[in-house]
């Protein structure tokens, strides 16, 4: 005789529980804090301003001829935290003859949708090509403005590792192609200067600071071009060059673009991506009314952060579940059914375009 389980019977604040629970151990392994600037914000449309780079030190010969006085360029950004969100209708039949937690798996997936969102949006808006910066151009683009008495800036090169040759080739072939891109690439990254036409990385661009993104077709490739310590049987001197490679799922693994990669300096505040995240309370409210605390949760031990509540300030969870009976609402009574909705508000937009390589292998 077949057993139902207690599922059937939860209620709204059962299913909150079970969510946060689960959203915040998905969290916990998204890649978006690797490469966004974080702002949190508390209006519709909100601005940031960016200052331009103070003057070079010159030697003061005399009284007289002293240097120039220097302005900077004062820009400003502004953007909309954008509304996304997600409904879901489960039947009453459904709960109440669910004998495998199929509603249980509901709220775990649609918890694991909404904490992953911020990594789909920064994929998505990374390969749209609709992030724009505080100069005006595009997180990516050939023509980031000419410093002082310069030329037009690319963060945009061309690589050598087409999707064919990543496919057919063996890996250590690939690994050793790859290498030689990414030489170019650290290349280009130092020759970046800022508005005074300074180099705008000053200082010696340490591995620690350096994070690629690609798409699983060249994980693998990767590991063995700047993580392994032998390529061909030959001690590999590119070995340990970066902090980390990092390949997201939400990247094509076929076609053209598969084969596309961004090199990202992520050593300082000013990180090559900005994340938006609509906060409906603020940081020193939850500092002061909330203490690290340590939850169970189906057996797992759960350490619940100010951060964690922080990142669920920006979501939320709405559902009727347990409105039923004397408590039913219209919608119960005349559809027979529970609503969820997941829902996030926030943007992805660009930052510090000198912080970013794309590689592009599209026409390699």
């Not at 005789?1 to 019977?9: A, N, S, Y």
């Not at 990247?251 to 598969?258: D, K």
Request: with cysteine; aromatic share 8%; hydrophobic share 40%.
């Amino acid at each position: 005789m077949g057993t139902l389980t207690k599922d059937r019977g939860i209620t709204a604040k059962g299913a909150r529980a079970m969510f946060n629970a689960s959203f915040i151990t998905r969290r916990r392994r998204l890649i978006y804090p690797k490469f966004c600037q974080v702002r949190d914000s508390y209006v519709e449309t909100d601005i940031a301003r960016n200052i331009g780079t103070v003057p070079q030190l010159e030697e003061v010969i005399d009284d007289v001829n002293t240097p120039l006085l220097s302005d900077f360029p004062d820009y400003s950004q502004s953007w909309t935290n954008r509304l996304f969100k997600a409904r879901l209708s489960i039947s009453r039949s459904l709960m109440e003859f669910d004998q495998v937690g199929q509603t249980r798996t509901l709220i775990h997936s649609l918890a694991a949708r909404l904490a992953n969102f911020p990594d789909l949006l920064m994929i998505t808006r990374l390969l749209s090509g609709t992030m724009t910066c505080y100069d005006g151009q595009n997180l990516i683009s050939t023509t980031h403005p000419a410093p002082q008495g310069g030329t037009v800036q690319s963060n945009w090169m061309n690589g050598t590792t087409p999707v064919n040759f990543c496919t057919n080739a063996p890996v250590e072939t690939v690994a050793r192609q790859l290498q030689t891109d990414f030489r170019n690439a650290i290349t280009r990254m130092r020759s970046f200067r800022d508005d005074k036409n300074q180099p705008w990385h000053s200082d010696d661009i340490r591995p620690e600071d350096l994070i690629i993104l690609c798409s699983p077709l060249l994980w693998k490739p990767f590991q063995q071009a700047l993580m392994s310590k032998q390529i061909f049987a030959t001690d590999n001197i590119y070995v340990g060059d970066v902090r980390e490679v990092v390949a997201s799922n939400y990247l094509p693994i076929t076609g053209a673009n598969a084969a596309d990669w961004w090199l990202c300096h992520v050593g300082e505040m000013a990180r090559p991506i900005q994340l938006s995240r609509f906060r409906r309370i603020r940081t020193e409210e939850i500092q002061d009314a909330f203490d690290p605390k340590t939850l169970s949760f189906e057996g797992e031990e759960v350490t619940v952060t100010p951060d964690d509540i922080a990142e669920l300030a920006s979501a939320m969870l709405e559902t009727n579940m347990g409105h039923q009976g004397s408590n039913a609402d219209a919608d119960v009574i005349e559809n027979d059914r529970f609503l969820m909705s997941a829902r996030w508000r926030g943007e992805v937009f660009g930052g510090e375009w000198k912080n970013i390589v794309f590689v592009d292998n599209a026409i390699a």
